[in-house]
């Protein structure tokens, strides 16, 4: 299955500031999905990231706020922009793994705002 | 909009005990079922994938079963290890791709 390296792991950031987070797989894939993980909810998909397009996202997910660049079929940023403390999460990149292994995760970043 | 519920919540079991884990689902059109583990504050492990035509997987320790029609997936666990103790989460893959995960089950096993 793909492994993916995802960087930075954890960060403690100011409000009003903005964090990139950065995906790198060991294989190309069509499509890399983020997700964010709210302390003590499940995963929620933010968006869908597809190279030399732009990224489709959920609903309650604006591309002002979390900008989304895939510039390859092996690499995706997702930007964290003006945070607030609400914004403290789990931020995790995906893809489908080819050869039936489902869906492989990065390790996520946590991200802190204070 | 598919919704997949994880009963129990949490989960407290002695070393070397056998358990099963829930997972539910609203809409039957999925295209496979995974479980995954996630340690605390950390990314999530893939542990088994069940396609929509499969009835059940196995791994070392670890069985899944499906039954799409009735919207439903367990996780067996046998002869738990203090290792084992996390949260389990599972997620159905429906249109594009995208996955709907459940609540999880915060699994504690003791000494």
């Known amino acids: 299955s793909a492994v993916i390296s995802q960087k930075p792991s954890r960060d403690i950031c100011q409000r009003g500031t903005s964090l990139t987070i950065q995906c790198q797989v060991d294989s190309q894939v069509t499509m890399m999905f983020w997700y964010r993980q709210q302390p003590g909810q499940s995963l929620t998909l933010i968006a869908t990231a597809n190279q030399g397009s732009e990224a489709t996202y959920e609903s309650g997910f604006v591309i002002d706020k979390f900008p989304i660049s895939r510039p390859n079929l092996t690499f995706s940023t997702l930007t964290v922009s003006n945070m607030s403390p609400e914004d403290s999460s789990i931020y995790l990149c995906s893809v489908d793994s080819s050869g039936g292994y489902g869906y492989t995760f990065g390790s996520g970043t946590r991200l802190t705002v204070v | 909009k598919q919704e997949v519920t994880q009963i129990p919540a949490a989960l407290s079991v002695p070393e070397g005990e056998n358990l099963v884990l829930n997972c539910s689902f609203t809409?039957?059109?999925?295209?496979?079922l995974q479980w995954f583990r996630q340690d605390p504050g950390k990314g999530l492990t893939s542990l088994l994938l069940i396609q929509s035509s499969q009835r059940e997987q196995t791994s070392g320790r670890l069985n899944a079963s499906l039954d799409k029609s009735s919207g439903r997936s367990t996780l067996y666990i046998a002869a738990s290890q203090p290792g084992d103790s996390a949260t389990y989460l599972c997620a159905t893959a429906g249109t594009a791709s995208k996955l709907t995960f459940g609540t999880g089950t915060r699994l504690q096993v003791t000494l």
């Open positions: 809409d039957s059109a999925i295209y496979n």
